[in-house]
């Protein structure tokens, strides 16, 4: 395999929310390769915190207004979005904002728990007007990736306002691919990216984590080629090998216990093929099925002829069957080819006995039919013989 140069990476600017970075030399077209790459994975798949749903007390819909504030719930809930959040736990978590009194309201009057950290406590929330005013706001800070819409949040209860949410850390990502020279050879690509977060990660920690996802994806292709095969598992019996009069005959025909019964009923199990398809674990692991349901179970099958002992041997037999088949292809066809001299064989044996009874037939000789009834012959008869009797008399 021939050698390919590997480049450099070089921070140009860095701060806490923008870097900008020049990676070279690149092998011919890889600037945009890997610069494509970078920024959908930057842009997609890095976690973040955010708001996503928010409870304003006295307010029930987002179409109403707050006492003695100047800003609408609408533009509230926007300040709110702003929120810049870093959290270290992966659960829900709430948040309290209360404000009494004219004045200004500002991210600072947060109130969160050790958790949660706000990176721009500046940001302004509110402004209140009257001595009188009172805001209270009760948030849900969720940690997520990409971008969710509102309308996906299903359940709130009444009063409670979900937000659309933009996960992401990273707001914006440029990159741009230049030549650059290596040796006497000009066509070598330099990749420039810039890198822009919202605060809460630094551009460093965003390129190297959105550099490790790719990486853990493309280490699922390594040693592709040197790994064998592997083998396919075995799938359980479909209802095409049990025949289909065993498959289809109903649980209710193996006169079952009423518990028995009504465990397999409410796991869906209706059929003595869906049965036959289950191991042991799959059946214990039926609700409220246990061993002596499964005893009972195996006992009834057996006297149906379904199994032997605790093995499916009906499945076992139509999976060997299946197996000498494929290995045996040979011997299957001359059988087959055997059989079907046998059938011709007994054609002709039948054809050559039907011709001998033909002429059989034909050889005996004509016999006359008599279309007489045979009582009244004898009856003539009889009158023939008392004739001479009464000359005899005269």
């Given amino acids: 395999m021939l050698d390919i140069i590997l480049p450099k990476i070089t921070p140009i600017t860095t701060s806490d929310d923008y870097g900008r970075y020049q990676i070279e030399p ?29 409870k304003i007390d006295g307010i029930y819909h987002e179409f109403s207004d707050v006492p003695h504030v100047k800003e609408d719930t609408i533009e509230l809930v926007l300040n709110l979005k702003q929120l810049r959040l870093r959290m ?32 721009n406590p500046e940001l302004h929330i509110a402004t209140l007007d009257s001595p009188e005013a009172r805001l209270s706001i009760e948030m849900t800070v969720e940690k997520g990736k990409g971008y969710v819409p509102a309308d996906h949040r299903d359940g709130l209860a009444i009063g409670v306002i979900p937000v659309d949410t933009v996960f992401t850390p990273v707001r914006k990502v440029n990159f741009a691919v230049e030549h650059t020279r290596v040796g006497q050879v000009t066509d070598y690509d330099r990749l420039v990216l810039e890198v822009w977060t919202d605060g809460t990660i630094t551009p460093n920690d965003a390129l190297s ?24 598992e075995r799938q359980p019996l479909a209802a095409s090998i049990i025949p289909s009069k065993i498959y289809d005959i109903p649980i209710e025909d193996l006169d079952l216990s009423v518990r028995a019964y009504n465990c397999l009923k409410r796991a869906g199990i209706t059929k003595v093929g869906q049965v036959l398809e289950m191991s042991e674990d799959d059946l214990l692991g039926v609700r409220n099925f246990g061993r002596k349901s499964l ?13 032997e002992g605790s093995r499916l041997a009906l499945s076992e037999a139509a999976a060997r069957s299946e197996e000498e088949r494929e290995e045996e292809p040979e011997e299957r066809d001359i059988a087959e080819e ?57």
């Fill in 26 to 54: 690149l092998e011919p077209g890889y600037g945009v390769t890997l610069g494509n790459a970078l920024r959908r994975v930057l842009l997609s798949s890095l976690p973040g915190a955010a708001i996503t749903s928010v």
């Fill in 88 to 119: 270290h736990t992966d659960r829900p978590t709430d948040l309290v904002l209360q404000a009494s009194g004219s004045g200004r309201v500002t991210a600072a009057d947060i109130v969160a728990p050790p958790e949660v950290e706000i990176v």
């Fill in 209 to 232: 984590q959105s550099a490790d996802i790719l990486v853990r994806h493309l280490n699922l292709l390594l040693d592709l080629a040197a790994k064998p095969a592997a083998r396919p």
């Fill in 295 to 307: 005893e009972e179970l195996r006992e009834k099958l057996e006297q149906r002829g379904f199994i």
């Fill in 338 to 394: 055997a059989e079907e001299g046998t059938e011709e064989e007994e054609e002709e044996e039948a054809e050559e006995l039907a011709e001998e009874e033909k002429e059989e037939e034909e050889a005996e000789p004509h016999k006359p039919s008599y279309d007489y009834d045979e009582e009244e012959y004898e009856y003539e008869e009889e009158e023939e013989e008392e004739k001479p009797k009464r000359r005899k008399r005269r």
